[in-house]
DNA sequence: CTTGGCACTCAATGGTCACGAGTGCCAGAT
DNA sequence: ATCTGGCACTCGTGACCATTGAGTGCCAAG
């Protein structure tokens, strides 16, 4: 078991590798923290923790760092997430506020996360799993073509143009988007296609076909939660990354722009909760020196997406957890709001 | 005035460059070139050429690279265009045919201008400036609340919420997309504020500030060009820049992020042309020490936005405008059949 | 105008050395 | 039982230096 001082010191070491990016050793340690007692023992302290995994040295005769393992102990026991500062928080409902659009919202909230914590900044999307539906639109595009728009309760709009196999009139279309609007509004994706399903019976044999071709396509999009789409910011702060460039850099931009991994990512975390990964606790292998904080957001009580940040594991933990909460619950207002 | 054979050994001091990423000397020339002179020969038109300032030596003792000049010289007259190898224009079709979205359309394509080319990608979502309308649609929210949704020729949908001074009944709505539609569908972006001017009088004095409303947001969505969105992709490239990595890199990325930057580099080449901006060329300063390929793309003669990539000046210009020209063209095409 | 020869420059490489930060361990103090 | 001061040891870092070799500019001869 590590004794209160230890703890401590683990906790200085921290936060002096955060802050000077170099190995610490034990004078150094006593030097800027008051611990009260000799560098001669915090040199025992530091042997004990490192025998327990918690901070190693890159080389014999070098200061000590953190371990992933050393982190998460700071992150689970060690550290506090810190409040933004109250000129902090106005500034991110300010530049929150003057968005016009989804797309904009998502847009900016990725700048300011990035721009806050100095960090490559990952915002998904709303999603649509969890959303409901505001409004289907039918349009005719030709004769035989029609274009399916949804819209959901978060402002997303999603698109899709269907070939029908008959051409199909605009008294029955109008008809069609009726019946589909009065049964699916308001209504969540998971409990549309239940809802929609005896629809075709309520018209004529001929139509049936067209009716069935659109009812595809709507569950099809409802489903499509590969079409998941996330943007990301704050690339350049990659440049702050370490010294040994090339090797760290490239992974992690290779990661960064698989779509697919990085809702992975997200994906694996809790709801509602705060996660904190920790180097190799990634799964994916170009993120095992990145640390990823994340936490869902939305404008109930429930989360209808994630967002986060990506940075060294050698980051500012208490900071960014501070900063990646607030943004996520003004986020949540603001989306609450429209 | 420059011999025939010096432009030679240019051509051949920018060949060796590019795939060697070093500077070259007289001998090596010789020696992977058949120029018929010797070393000392070489020698001395490389003098010449730099005398004009076409190739430059990065410290004394070292061979040639060629400056921003000698590669203008090298793009304007000594190079041609490479086409695409026959299995390559099959895999650009055959992968850009199976999206089924014009967000996808755009995503396939950036990919596969980064892979091609392995640098970074850029693509300009199709302007609302030239498009034309295909269809408005208003929906009703609540009972003073309207969605606006805009659809365009090329695919693309643009909506806005609008707030209305009184509440509007479902018939006067349909009344007022009918007329709106009637006038606009199928017109140039352009055109629209004239055709719609005189669209309040067609209404009762009650209605007609909800009608004002109404025009004011879909005029305000169609000037937006500030909401032009672009795409990038392939930033994993940067890497491969250089040696000399942070210094280089960072700027890159930060210009890349700026999409306000990024929007009038594209901007600034002419429309269908394919355009090459070499080093200081870019007005922006973090792009100096890259070149950017770009070219109009659209779904019929004329351009409605841009693509193109972002490299290092030392780049292969023939293979990287060959496959941005492919690409442009196939993209159009589907465009056009979408 | 081309060519071979020659002296010169200078980045890169690698070896040696002194320095110093940091460690582990131990004996003595508390 | 724990802390502390002292001490020998390790090893990365940076300075200094000599060597090497690619590449150049210039010149005199073909």
Redesign the interface.
Known sequence: MLSERRLEVLRAIVQDYVGTEEPVGSKALTERHKLGVSPATVRNDMAALEDEGFIAQPHTSAGRIPTDKGYRLFVDRLAEVKPLSTPERRAIQNFLDGA??L?DVVARTVRLLAQLTRQVAVVQYPSLRRSTV??V?L?A?APARI?L?L?TNT?R?E???IDCPAPVGEHNLADLRARLNSRVAGRRFKDVPELVQDLPEAFEQEERGTVSTVLATLLETLVEET?E?LLI????N??RFGHD??LT??PV??A??EQVVLLKLLGETKDSEMTVRIGHENAHEGLNSTSVVAVGYGSGDEAVAKLGVVGPTRMDYPGTMGAVRAVARYVGQILAE?
């Open positions: 016009v659009d797309d505001r409004h639109e349009l595009l274009m728009v819209i402002g709009v698109q899709r143009v079409e789409r910011g704050g690339t350049a990659l440049t460039f090339p850099i490239r931009l290779e960064l722009e429209s």
